[in-house]
């Protein structure tokens, strides 16, 4: 005889399922994440999320320690998995490749459509693109979409506000690492480009305004609310930060974490991050990397050569001068419509640009997707030929910040200029080399010629870009050989550098 308890909650069950149907739609994303849209609201909801079981609570009283809350909220995720539709599910912005459009998320049911030509508000969901609601107020004021923008309020408000370090032996002017900050506001629109993510680091001392003006141009794309996000102490927190923010700004990774390398290389690949369901015990559920990453150090442990190929270094100064934090976030508030009015139109030329497949990048990038984004976005800006300039120039900035902790290098580095275009065997490097550490009291770590063979092989991409570098093969005895040199010197560049690059910089708020 049928349980007739049984029954009742089956029934139940049903009544529930059919009428979310009614008032939206149940729908699935890769990695088994499952939603249902309010098709009224035009707002959508994770079924694992505390919204969701309010909203649930809400409409249909039934106590979650009753067993038929937990029965009937199974068959609404069943039933999800079952017959939701498969759709594209955003955080913040989604470019479609397929039809060169670019989605951007205002707030709650707020959308703008960006095609190139036009820029249009839609309702969330429009094109089968719904993005998940992040609980801010709205971020795209309305009027930013008809604003005619005079001037250049990002670079007045933001970006001409910070310090970076300028004079002799700089890599990159202060002007081509502004452009770069530019460049780098706007690629984060565009995850899509960049299956290999590029990972932004502000390098530099403390009271150089460095984590102040991430946590600006963070309050600026996600709200007044937003903030950086200290470095959590265990692998786990780091995940679960990644796979539920769009844009994650990393405070002060100063300490050494075994883990925090091995993470970053894992976003900057565009892995794929599994994460135990809420409520669960062993359910996991995928999330493809999608965020952007911002860091900040002053000295930076993670100098590993997988990871610093991903970075692009923007070194500051300590400010002359301080102006409190909040009337920069005040600033950044009161003009809230101007800054998105112009960054509106800045991401429709490049969407114009996206579409005509017209773009140069640098072949010579270790990162192509983020030299071919990164160009289309300075040609969008008119400064096609500067950033391609500064990226060229950036590779040798990684370099150097890769050499930059490593006493060997600077030790090769005399050897190169004081014994130029010699051939050396393992063997002899290495006692010149323990030679030079000796005398110089420098403390020399490398146990043999058979390890430095290894840490050498292993530098050749950076020490290529510093001095003249070769390893070849000695044909008689199979032996590697090591040729070093200094570099030889190249004509004059095009000038890229700003008319202000030798002036001081107003003063910013402190870190």
């Known amino acids: 005889m049928p349980d007739p308890i049984r029954i009742k909650r089956r029934e139940a069950a049903q009544l529930v399922i059919e009428d979310l149907k009614s008032r939206g739609e149940l ?34 009283e039934i106590n979650p320690v009753e067993r038929e809350f937990v029965h009937i909220f199974e068959a609404v995720k069943a039933a999800t998995r079952s017959e939701g539709r498969r759709v594209q599910i955003c ?9 060169h459009r670019l989605y951007v998320y205002g707030g709650p049911a707020s959308v703008y459509r960006l095609d190139g030509s036009a820029m249009v508000r839609v309702d969330n969901g429009s094109d089968d693109v719904l993005f998940e609601d992040h609980n ?48 780098w506001i706007v690629s984060v ?19 150089s305004g460095k984590t102040t003006t991430l946590r600006v141009i963070l309050k600026l794309l996600l709200g007044a609310n937003a903030n950086v996000t200290p470095l959590v102490n265990k692998e786990d927190g780091f995940n679960a930060a990644v796979s539920s923010e769009f844009l994650l700004v990393l405070d002060n990774v100063d300490s050494f974490s075994r883990w925090i390398e091995d993470r970053l290389a894992t976003v900057a690949t565009g892995q794929t991050i599994r994460l135990r369901k809420l409520y669960t015990t062993n359910e996991m559920l995928s999330y493809p990397t999608r965020c952007c990453i911002a860091l900040t150090a002053r000295t930076p442990r993670f100098r590993r050569d997988d990871v610093v190929d991903r970075l692009q270094i923007l070194r500051v100064a300590r400010l002359e001068s301080f102006t409190k934090e909040a009337d920069w976030y005040a600033e950044i508030e009161a003009n809230r419509a101007r800054l998105w009015g112009q960054l509106l139109r800045d991401l429709n030329a490049v969407v114009a640009l996206l579409a005509s497949d017209s773009t140069v990048s640098p072949d010579s990038i270790r990162m192509a997707d983020w030299a071919f984004l990164a160009s289309t976005i300075g040609e969008a800006l008119g400064q096609g030929d500067a950033i391609r300039d500064a990226l060229e120039a ?9 050499l930059e902790a490593d006493a060997v290098y600077d030790l090769l580095h005399a050897i190169a200029h004081d014994h130029p275009n010699r051939e050396w065997k393992a063997g002899e490097l290495y006692a ?20 430095l063979g290894r840490i050498l092989h292993r530098l050749e991409p950076a020490l290529k870009l510093m001095i003249l570098f070769t390893i070849s093969t000695n044909p008689h005895d199979g032996q590697a050989v090591y040729t070093l040199g200094p570099l030889p010197e190249k004509p004059p560049q095009s000038n890229v550098h700003g008319p202000h690059d030798d002036a001081p910089e107003p003063g910013g708020a402190d870190v």
Do not use: M
């Not at 994303?29 to 035009?42: C, K, S, T």
């Not at 950036?394 to 890769?402: C, N, Q, R």
């Open 432 to 451: 010149e080399l323990k030679h030079r550490a000796e005398e110089a009291d420098i403390e020399f770590t490398i146990k043999s010629p058979r390890s």
């Open 136 to 183: 801010e107020a709205e971020t795209i004021p309305p009027e930013a979409l008809d604003l005619a923008v005079a001037g250049d309020p990002i670079g007045d408000v933001i970006v001409s506000r910070v310090n970076f370090i300028r004079g002799s032996g700089v890599i990159l002017s202060p002007a081509q690492q502004r452009l770069v900050l530019r460049v």
């Open 91 to 99: 955080r913040f912005s989604y470019y479609d490749r397929t039809t």
């Open 27 to 60: 729908v699935r994303a890769d990695g088994g994440r499952l939603f249902w849209y309010d098709r009224q609201d035009r707002q959508l909801y994770d079924l694992d999320a505390f919204p969701f079981r309010t909203l649930f609570l809400k409409d249909y």
């Open 394 to 402: 950036s590779e040798i900035d990684k370099a150097h910040f890769l």
């Open 189 to 207: 629109f565009f995850p899509e480009l960049l299956p290999a993510k590029c990972l932004l680091l502000l390098y530099g001392e403390k009271g």
